[in-house]
């Protein structure tokens, strides 16, 4: 930013703080809805699913899947031949977190 462009912004921003000070309320009002609406259940797993699965892709299309555990298994271990970087421990922690959270309905039991 240049020092002139600088002490505009700076000069102007008295006027600017009641607008900005309600766009920070609405976002801080936002933000816990954002949190609430995570698709995927803490639990064991799903750090590891979280940090392994999104190295390629984004983790949200996979909260509409339903698969059998044999499903995920085959699924999880196809992304790893792909280049998906985890352990064959890992792969079971996720295949376990994921068969339990978006297993087909009536596995979940």
């Known amino acids: 930013m240049s ?3 600088f002490k505009a912004a700076a000069c102007s921003s008295d006027a600017a ?4 000070a309600v766009s920070v309320l609405a976002l801080s009002l936002i933000a816990p809805a954002r949190a609430a609406a995570d698709p995927f259940p803490e ?3 799903k750090a590891v699913f979280i940090k392994v699965c999104t ?3 984004a983790a949200e299309p996979i909260a509409i899947l339903r ?7 085959d699924l999880v271990y ?3 031949g792909m280049g ?8 079971n922690v996720i295949i376990d977190y994921l068969a339990k959270n978006f297993g087909k309905k009536e596995e979940q039991k």
Not at 17 to 20: I, S, T, V
């Open 43 to 45: 639990g064991p797993g």
């Open 3 to 5: 020092p002139q462009i």
């Open 55 to 57: 190295q390629c892709h």
């Open 67 to 73: 698969r059998s555990k044999d499903e995920w298994k």
């Open 84 to 91: 998906a970087e985890a352990t064959d421990e890992e792969c």
């Open 78 to 80: 196809n992304m790893k």
């Open 17 to 20: 703080l009641p607008g900005l």
